[in-house]
């Protein structure tokens, strides 16, 4: 596996491209699973009229994600001035500008949209950024993580927290002293750091840390994403500020960023990750509102 994730990396980005939407298609094709969670995803968020429409776009979808995979060696593994310059456009930069101008602590709100760790990897280069970490369950995969994701960022590994309360606590000294980190919104959190709130239509279980950082530092939320331009020529960094405060009570404040996600994600719904589970119920949360009780 290592092998063939440095192979990947050896490819130009447009070849590199191709393997990846041959595998997409592929894994679409043999995995039940995956293409019925797909389509069950895209069926519901009512972004497709029509089956017709629904089922050409899981199929583009597929290809999309099989990219995004493929392009992770890419952006864990060649020179990181490589990667920065796959950024070929940038749209909302100015706002981010406006803000370092005036002090702000940034958190840059990614979703599983696009080319998330190119757009991790050009904001590393430009901003003072600590992100929080969970290792991956595979040694070997968190270890070449680790090492692609600090080369050319941090070596020493100083620019990632692990995702305990103590890394709670470095971010929000980072946060106080005018630095910036980048959040996933859109994964399932654990027992007692979410609320159910809708994304899409439906209850999800979303974190509520994004809101509770912005209430102790004062942080503004930048939504962004790498949007993957056609035919492997790079990618647009979409940048959207939102410089007031989120709602009050940590539910309103995740509805508000998961509203912000999906408006990202209707720029580009091709590229989103709709086979990830993300309507489940975690180990020990709370039903879903409307949810059967047994």
Known sequence: MKLLLRLLAWLDLPANHRVGAFAGRVVYALSPRFRLRTLENLR??????????????????AAEIGKGAAELAWA???PIDEVTALVRELEGWEGVERLRAAGRPILFVTPHLGGYDIAGRYLWTRLPILAMYRP??????????????????????SNVAPATMAGVRMLLRHLKKGGSSVILPDQVPGEGEGEWVEFFGRPAYTMTLTGRLQESTGAAIVFCFARRLPDGRGFRLVLRAREESLPAGRGAAARAVNEGVEQLI?????????GYNRYKRPAGAPPAPGAIRW
């Open 44 to 61: 519901a968020s009512g972004i497709a009229s029509g089956e017709g429409a629904l089922r050409a776009l899981a199929k583009r979808n």
């Open 76 to 78: 864990l593994f060649r």
């Open 266 to 274: 209707r720029l580009a719904p091709e590229q989103y990750l709709w």
């Open 136 to 157: 991956h369950k595979l040694s070997w995969l968190d270890d070449l993580i680790r090492e692609g994701r600090n080369r050319g960022a941090a070596p020493d590994g």
